[in-house]
């Protein structure tokens, strides 16, 4: 009987993620791992001690930076536009800087705004800061799920711009209102096909990058509180970083989640409220809500022994549509990203 149990959950999640690109579903990820800034060697070899990018702690890094002269900053704002912009622990305006100068620089066409990640190597990656976060008693982040990437982060996946992160992120600042800062942040490679959907691969690579953003946005605004919201794939990479977030996250929410990689909100291993909600007319509850032979995400958090606080999703119509002004959902979220309930 056991063994009927998982021979069949096995079979309906190959079912789902085996496309004609895709070969076997057991194929193991192709993804390689994240490559440390541009400009690195050099960073590392300047004669003025730089606090190594890779390896330094976030709070090492604001430490030394935030010290520097005037003079020194914008001089490695100059030099070194593509580490200094990807920092954690850096100060906002050395990054907003930076970012604008490394994208002028690599001709790359994007709107104004404050950017505090710009990457465009690879699938991209690229983070944009909607409100102030320099004064935010309160700071969201927001983590996009499959099939985002760099070439659509402001135009939406397939060209739909109600699936772009940043118009999603800008939508929810303006619900929760002053006071609260919202990253729209695409800082891992998320996966491009139900293949690597199916596997938690990206997102533990994305939870070390997520751990280490939060670490470095604390670093900056030692007195505000964050909260995490993940959309999609995106609940799975906050699902992997949860336990080793540090206390000042009081608040996760997750939607159209997949599965957070554990079966109860418990085994989380955090202090923080989660929160889940998932529209019935969303595809996501077609997904099997196992983990079999490393394919799959566990339970799903909208269920009612997971443990999650459960928002309003009725008036959701679709998978992308969370965050849609005028819905239920975008209250609930906008309310938390606050620190409501």
Do not use: C
């Not at 998982?6 to 895709?22: C, K, Y």
């Not at 990820?29 to 004669?47: E, K, S, V």
């Not at 320099?134 to 659509?152: D, F």
């Not at 938690?200 to 751990?211: H, K, S």
Request: hydrophobic residues 50%; charged residues 20%; without cysteine.
């Amino acid at each position: 009987m056991v063994l009927n149990k998982r021979l069949r959950a096995v079979l309906a999640i190959t079912a789902i993620i085996v496309t004609p690109s895709a070969g076997t579903a057991l194929a193991a990820p192709t993804t390689a791992p994240a490559l440390p800034p541009a400009g690195t060697a050099a960073w590392r070899a300047d004669r003025r001690a730089l606090p190594d990018p890779v390896t330094a702690e976030p709070a090492v890094v604001h430490a030394r930076l935030a010290a520097a002269s005037p003079a020194e900053r914008r001089d490695l704002v100059a030099e070194f536009p593509a580490v200094l912009g990807n920092l954690d622990g850096a100060p906002v305006e050395l990054r907003y800087a930076a970012n604008e100068r490394a994208m002028r620089a690599s001709g790359f066409d994007h709107p104004a705004g404050d950017y505090l990640l710009f990457d465009p190597r690879g699938r991209g990656r690229i983070a944009q800061v909607f409100g102030d976060l320099a004064t935010a008693r309160r700071i969201v982040v927001l983590v996009p799920g499959m099939s985002n990437r760099l070439a659509n982060f402001w135009t939406g996946v397939g060209g739909r711009s109600y699936r772009s992160t940043a118009l999603q992120a800008a939508d929810l600042q303006r619900a929760a209102g002053s006071g609260v800062a919202v990253i729209a942040w695409l800082g891992y490679d998320t996966p491009q096909g139900v293949a690597e959907g199916a596997r938690d691969g990206l997102a533990r690579a994305g939870a070390a990058a997520l751990i280490r953003l939060v670490d470095g946005l604390l670093a900056v605004r030692p007195e505000a509180t964050v909260a995490l919201f993940g959309h999609s794939y995106g609940s799975t990479v906050i699902g992997r970083a949860a336990a080793r977030l540090p206390a000042r996250v009081t608040d996760i929410a997750v939607f159209a989640s997949p599965g957070m990689g554990v079966d109860r909100a418990a085994d989380l291993g955090t202090g923080a409220r989660i929160w889940a909600g998932q529209s019935a007319r969303d595809w996501v509850r077609w997904v099997p809500a196992v983990r079999v032979a490393g394919l799959g995400h566990g339970a799903r958090p909208t269920a009612a022994g997971f443990g999650a606080r459960v928002f309003a999703t009725a008036d959701v119509p679709d998978h992308d549509h969370y965050l849609a002004p005028g819905t239920d959902s975008l209250a609930a979220l906008a309310a938390i990203a606050g620190g409501g309930s």
